[in-house]
């Protein structure tokens, strides 16, 4: 390992002495630490906690000018792609408000990066380039530091406006790590257990959100006159909801602005493909033959010509690139043709921890009857177990007919118990899945189930709160999965 620190105790009532440091790199970049460096607390620190119990985190001015109280460099510590290694370096002393900085090496190009941990917020840390030549072009790589674990993880840092623009085209959506919104723009002004966003669709496209799930309250409908200009009449108005609510106090939001949103940011991120799942709700007396008209003769005109795609088999990367896909969790009234419904979740199993429709092609974990604070933990299992099903599948010639489309809810409500409103889940659900995603999934045996990995894919990952106070953690660890498939272009 080439060195070992002294070994620090924290300046506590207790002799125990600090953890050593793991390390897992999620990137598809070999990495060799090379320095480590022990900055001592600026006398003009300024904390930021976690939580009541978590290490405080410091934020300094001039941190590059800091002395190190210690330093070594280091030889032979080389974390492979997709590997973990226990190292020897003590973790920093949360009692001084210690720091340390690590200097990894790419040893492919001989370029460093450094990053001080902890950070100066909860948030994942942006390693610095230390290129040995200032024109070069470097490689950008994002840290996530747990204390509480002892545990670094490093991932690619992905352009989330646009991550999969550097994807291979023959890839099935189902091989993918696709992060997604429940009730995606449910973002506005509403009944606290209606509102389960913190930020606007735009928002989520531009920080990596792919998979977007909205509800609409339908009218009744009557087709226009079979004749060449029947499209050309006004679209029925179809209103975003929330269950029975409007997603707005402030006035009704309709699909067709959401629809325009869509169409712009695909018309300038031509690489990337979006997933809209369709679902009836609300009070409308509208029924789902009424909605899978309106939206077969309306609304699939409403966009750029060839926006959508509407098969029901599930595409490759180069069959839906600048193109929305319909996930269609309604019935098809039978003068709409089967094969431009959509990708099929009309009979979706209710409140499951793991389930199937649309024969196999979907398969669902979407266990919402969360009662109590004292439930999320089950949820998080289930969750858990649905990433680690996902990451069993294997794209290849034969696997990719079968492998279903794994969509893996993280949230749950409770109208009746304000503990349970969906930003008060997404507080415990969110870091327990990101902790999960850097430590324990895509290794064999530290899933829930012990199950064999595969491409060790997330599936399509369905999130609330993301981008609350720009934290977009979360999103960052489902996108940077997708890495792994790298490794076999």
């Known amino acids: 390992m080439g060195f070992v620190f002294s070994c620090p105790t924290a300046a506590s009532a207790s002799p125990t002495p600090l953890p050593t440091l793991t390390i897992r790199n999620l990137t598809i ?56 290694c226990l190292t020897t370096v003590y973790t920093p002393d949360p009692t001084r408000h210690e720091q340390l900085r690590l200097t990894f090496e790419d040893p492919t190009t001989g370029h460093r990066y ?30 996530i530091y747990m204390p509480q674990h002892a545990y670094l993880a490093l991932f690619s840092s992905a352009n989330l406006s646009s ?39 735009l928002d989520q496209l531009n920080n990596g959100v792919r998979f977007l799930d909205v509800r609409v309250s339908c009218p009744t409908f009557k087709p226009p006159p079979d004749n060449p200009s029947s499209t050309a009449a006004p679209a029925p108005a179809l209103s975003l909801v929330h269950s029975a609510f409007p997603i707005s106090l402030t006035g009704p939001k309709h699909l067709s602005t959401l629809l325009t949103t869509l169409d712009t940011f695909l018309a300038a991120h031509p690489s990337e493909t979006l997933l809209l799942s369709l679902k009836r709700e609300g009070t409308g007396r509208g029924t789902d033959a009424d909605l899978s008209r309106i939206l077969h003769h309306h609304y699939y005109y409403m966009t750029t010509n060839k926006r959508w795609y509407t098969s029901p088999t599930i595409p490759t990367l180069a069959q839906c690139r600048g193109r929305i896909v319909l996930v269609r969790r309604f019935r098809l009234d039978p003068s709409v043709p089967a094969a431009e419904g959509g990708i099929d979740g009309s009979v979706w ?64 409500s409770n109208f009746f118990n304000a503990s349970c409103w969906p930003d008060r ?29 595969g491409d060790a894919a997330t599936g399509i990952v369905v999130t609330d709160w993301v981008g609350h106070r720009g934290d977009w953690d979360l999103i960052r660890c489902i996108v940077g999965w997708n890495a792994r498939l790298q490794l076999r272009q």
């Open 349 to 412: 199993p209710d409140n499951v921890a793991d389930g199937t429709c649309g024969s196999g092609t979907i398969r669902i974990q979407d266990y919402y009857g969360v009662g109590s604070g004292a439930e999320i933990q089950r949820k998080v299992r289930f969750a858990q177990e649905g990433l680690e099903r996902a990451a069993q599948g294997v794209h290849g010639a034969a696997a990719a007919c079968s492998m279903p489309l794994y969509i893996n809810f993280l949230t749950a």
């Open 29 to 84: 970049t070999p990495l060799e630490l090379k320095l480590v460096e022990r900055l001592d607390s600026h006398p003009h620190a300024h904390l930021h906690l976690h939580s009541p119990k978590a290490t405080p985190h410091i934020k300094r001015r001039h941190e590059d000018e800091r002395p190190s109280s210690a330093q070594q460099d280091i030889t032979g510590v080389t974390i492979q792609p997709f590997s973990e």
């Open 425 to 453: 889940i997404a507080v415990k659900m969110n870091p327990s899945m990101i902790e999960y995603l850097c430590m324990g999934h895509g290794a064999p045996g530290k899933g829930p189930g012990q199950l064999d990995i």
């Open 163 to 201: 991550w999969m623009s550097t994807l291979d085209p023959s890839l099935p959506l189902s091989s993918l790590s696709i992060p997604g919104t429940h009730n995606s723009p449910t973002c506005h002004v509403a009944l606290p257990s209606v509102r389960c966003q913190a930020v606007s669709v």
């Open 114 to 143: 450094s990053a001080e941990i902890p950070g100066s917020s909860r948030r994942s840390i942006v390693l610095k380039s230390h290129p040995k030549d200032s024109e070069e072009e470097t490689k950008e790589f994002t840290a």
